[in-house]
């Protein structure tokens, strides 16, 4: 691991806590203004972040995944809908898990909103770190109900 990587290992797991949301904000920023032409390219309508359960956005006063999207939404000149999925179970954090206690643990964990009509958009889904890609998987499983065209994972850090 570089020292770049190490830096951005570190920024990512800081942003994590309740005294991160501005480090998040500067984060974000920095993020959206490199992916964001690459994620450009491929036309998508609608930018929607991995929630948290409402009761670890109480905790930590906010979703690190939810100001990466709303960023890079507004790179995109695209709407950013948070509404879109919800985390109906309080799962425990992923952190010392194994791969298969991750997939596990988030299994059913999400909802897509009845109502939404997403048949043939291209959503970008938002979350922070991917490990194994369970989470993002089962947010992803939601979403598909609601029968997108295409979903992109889009993530700060994977590893």
């Known amino acids: ?65 939810r100001i990466l999207a709303y960023t890079l939404a507004d790179f995109l000149g695209v709407p950013c809908r948070p509404g879109c999925v919800r985390r109906i179970r309080r799962t425990p954090q992923q952190t010392h898990q194994t791969p298969a206690e991750r997939w596990s643990n988030v299994r059913g964990a999400f909802r897509c909103r009845t109502g939404l009509d997403l048949r043939s958009k291209t959503i970008v889904l938002v979350d922070d770190v991917l490990t194994t890609g369970a989470t993002a998987s089962e947010a992803a499983r939601a979403l598909r109900t609601a029968r997108p065209g295409r979903i992109i994972v889009a993530v700060v850090a994977h590893g």
């Open 1 to 65: 691991m570089g020292a770049y990587d190490g830096a951005l290992r570190e920024a990512v797991l800081r942003m994590k806590h309740s005294s991160g949301e501005g480090l998040a904000e500067v984060l974000a920023r920095l993020w959206a203004s490199h992916v964001g032409p690459r994620v450009q390219a491929l036309h998508p309508d609608l930018v929607v972040p991995v929630p948290l359960h409402w009761t670890r956005t109480w905790r930590r006063g906010f979703n690190q995944s």
